[in-house]
């Protein structure tokens, strides 16, 4: 079982930038589609962003985003290093939550239950 561990959350002021690691304790890593959430207080966990088990930057690798972080995100992924980044530019106070990476399914998929493995999450506080 793949365990995750996330990092580089933190204060930020609004219109600032912060890059988010997932990193995996074990190279199965490289079979799963990835992908970052958030979860704000008192709402339901959301989509932020996946990538296929191909690095996006390699042939066949593909990405994919929630429409209010499209533009703004890129998720990428290092299967040597076996992590996940999520940079995150112009940042919002409603991008305020705690961040969460999960392995995803082997088709695309924005639901967090087709997700398993959690990490521990990490806080991310945009200040306006």
């Given at each position: 079982?793949v365990?995750l ?8 002021q ?20 990835m ?12 989509f ?14 593909s ?16 299967n040597?290093?076996?992590t ?7 940042l ?33 506080t945009?200040?306006?």
């Open positions: 079982q365990q561990v996330e990092s580089g959350g933190g204060l930020v609004a219109g600032g930038s912060l890059r988010l690691s997932c990193a995996a304790s074990e190279g199965t890593f490289r079979r799963y589609r992908g970052w959430f958030r979860q704000a207080p008192g709402k339901e966990r959301e932020v962003a996946a990538t296929s088990v191909a690095a996006p930057s390699w042939s066949g690798g990405t994919y985003y929630a429409d209010s972080v499209k533009g703004r995100f890129t998720i990428s992924r290092d040597v290093k076996n996940v980044y999520l940079q995150m530019n112009s919002k106070s409603e991008d305020t939550a705690v961040y969460y990476c999960a392995t995803g399914p082997p088709y695309t998929s924005r639901r967090p239950a087709d997700y398993s493995n959690w990490g521990q999450g990490t806080q991310v945009v200040s306006s």
